[in-house]
């Protein structure tokens, strides 16, 4: 099935319920739809630029988006092989991110259970590779297919060739706004592998008597509802900057100046805590109209009603510059960020 809609309003598709349109809007569900359209469309780069929208849970729409918005609402679960130790499960970019973990978990399959609560859709669950509290969906997708909109073919991905990253892959970068995403393949253990080493998770883990696949859930969810925004009551997208790392130089000036800052080492460097940098800027919880950041989370900004894109990143910019100044760090959107001009 597909929708296409000219002039269309993309406030009810971005979790920061920001009023955006878009000069056309295309869904399908079925994935030889979109080459069809494209044809029929006789769709051309040169025309206007394409933006692929999955849940719009990490996106901050500036302005309309003067442009082709393309989603993929492609949906099912399949079992497409097994063994002694593993499944795996091809899920269509349509189906909720949640839903399909919850599944995972009601199957008794490990892997993605620390990734529970996060919004939005499978399709973007390797774009930007989601990760929460010692886990990434990179690391249990083996492939990803979909079709090149430049190339007019449709293509697998396998696992190394995603170019996973901390918060990205090939298809945020070589493959952006040209490779839209149909099904992700996800290779899931039998036998579940806990990660607890977030201490808050272990403990509240524990509370609920002991590590299992529901229990993790269980605790994942009141955590994150303790400290997210809540994205059915309040416009927000969740980290809108990525944890920056610093050179070990750099981590011991920041050290000396202030003794309880969050590093984490990450290879040879240090990765600092984003929201830590943002709060002792003294950002956390600050209100000005309806943006502002989350009260218990400086690195959620937030829409409190009807706040514009171009608000929220006049607030993000602030913030940027702020922690520039003190710390000498400039922090990155992790929110992928439209119509700056
Ligand atoms: N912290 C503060 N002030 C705050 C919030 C946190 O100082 O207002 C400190 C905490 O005390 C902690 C550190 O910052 O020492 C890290 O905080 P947290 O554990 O909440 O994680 P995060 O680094 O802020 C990342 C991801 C989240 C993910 C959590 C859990 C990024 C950009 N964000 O946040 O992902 O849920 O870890 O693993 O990597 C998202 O991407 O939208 C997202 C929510």
Redesign the pocket.
């Known amino acids: 099935m597909i929708k296409f809609i000219p002039d269309y309003s993309l406030a009810e598709s971005n979790s920061f319920h920001i009023q955006a349109r878009c000069l056309y809007y295309f869904e399908f569900s079925n994935p030889q739809e979109l080459p069809m359209f494209l044809r029929a469309f006789k769709y051309d780069r040169r025309m206007w630029p394409v933006f692929i929208l999955g849940g719009g849970c990490?996106v901050l729409f500036v302005s309309d988006f003067k442009g082709l918005v393309i989603h993929s609402a492609v949906r099912g679960v399949r079992k497409t092989a097994e063994d002694a130790a593993h499944v795996w499960l091809e899920v269509g970019a349509g189906e909720d991110w949640d839903t399909f973990v919850q599944y995972t978990i009601e199957h008794g399959y490990g892997g993605i259970e620390?990734l529970s609560a996060?919004p939005g859709k499978v399709g973007a669950a390797p774009v930007?590779n989601?990760?929460?509290?010692?886990r990434e969906a990179g690391q249990y997708v083996t492939s990803v297919n979909g079709f090149d909109i430049d190339t007019s073919r449709f293509e697998e991905y396998s696992a190394p060739k995603c170019a996973f990253g901390?918060?990205t892959s090939i298809f945020k970068n070589r493959l952006a706004d040209r490779f839209v995403i149909n099904t992700v393949t996800f290779r899931l253990d039998k036998k579940p592998d806990f990660a607890l080493d977030?201490k808050?998770v272990r403990q509240e883990t524990d509370a609920l008597g002991g590590p299992t696949l529901q229990n993790i859930r269980t605790a994942i969810i009141a955590i994150?509802r303790r400290?997210?925004p809540d994205i059915s009551t309040v416009g927000s997208?969740?980290?809108f900057?990525?944890?920056p790392t610093v050179s070990e130089e750099h981590a011991a000036q920041l050290r000396n100046k202030a003794p309880d800052i969050?590093l984490f080492r990450s290879g040879d460097k240090y990765k600092v805590?984003?929201?830590?940098l943002?709060?002792?800027c003294g950002w956390?919880g600050f209100r000005d109209g309806d943006t502002g950041t989350?009260p218990?989370?400086?690195?959620?900004l937030v829409n409190y009603g009807s706040a514009t894109g171009a608000q929220i990143w006049e607030l993000a910019l602030k913030i940027q510059r702020s922690v520039v100044e003190r710390f000498n760090i400039h922090l990155q959107p992790?929110v992928e960020v439209i119509g700056l001009g």
């Open positions: 990490n620390n996060i930007q989601i990760g929460a509290y010692g901390y918060r977030y808050d994150r400290k997210l997208a969740g980290s900057f990525m944890n969050p805590a984003a929201a830590w943002i709060e002792q956390k989350h218990s989370h400086a690195l959620a992790e």
